[in-house]
C-alpha cells in the first residue's frame, strides 16, 4: 500500500475513529462520568444542561455495550462509509443526535434517561443506503429494507432476541426508530460522493 493510499485512508476514517475514542475514553470515566454525560430529561427540561442532547450518545451501560456499538460502527463504515466526506458525516451524526434526543424528549416523556450511539448507528446506515439508492446502487433497496424491517419488528415486538442480554440493559427501540427516521431526511439532503463504482455502473447504462 503506497503512501497516498495510507493518507487517505487515514483522512477517511477520521470520524469512526474520532467517535471510537470518545465513547473509548467516556468509558473509562465509569458510571460516574455516564451520569453526566447521559441524557437526563430532568437535567435537560429543567437545568438546561444542554450537551447531554449530544453525549448521551457517547456513553454507554457498560463495556459490552460500548462494543457492541463500536463493532457496529465499524460495519457500518465499511458498508455506506464512502458515501459522504467527513465534514457532511460530522454534520449528520450531530444532526442525528438532535433529532433522535428531541424525539425522546417530545415523544417519550416516561423516559428518565438513555444511553448509546445505536439511534445515531440506525441513521447513519439508512442515510448511507439512501446515498447509494441516489447514487445508482440498486443493492441499497436490500439494505433499507432490511433496516425498515428491522425497525418495524421493534416497534411491534420489541427489541430483538438477545440484544438486551448482550447490551447489559433495556434497549431502547424507539431512539432506533428516530435515528432511522432522521437518516431518511439527511440522506436524501446531502449530495453523495461519486466512487468509481458509480462511474463503471454509469458508462454500462
Sequence with gaps: MNPVTLSQLRKHSLLPVGLTLCVTLFALGGSELTAILRFDREALLHDMQIWRLFTGHLVHLGWSHTGLNVAGLVLIWALVGHRFDNRQWSVIVAALMLGISFGLLIFNPALAWYVGLSGVLHGMLVAGAVA???????????????????????????????????????????????????????????????TCNDKERAARS
Design 132 to 194: 447509494d439508492i441516489r447514487s445508482g446502487d440498486k443493492v441499497a433497496w436490500l439494505l433499507l429494507i432490511l433496516v425498515a424491517v428491522k425497525l418495524a419488528w421493534e416497534q411491534m415486538a420489541g427489541a430483538l432476541p438477545g440484544s438486551e442480554a448482550a447490551a447489559g440493559g433495556t434497549v431502547i427501540v424507539d431512539a432506533h426508530f428516530y435515528g432511522g427516521l432522521c437518516g431518511l431526511v439527511l440522506g436524501g439532503l446531502f449530495k453523495p460522493k461519486t
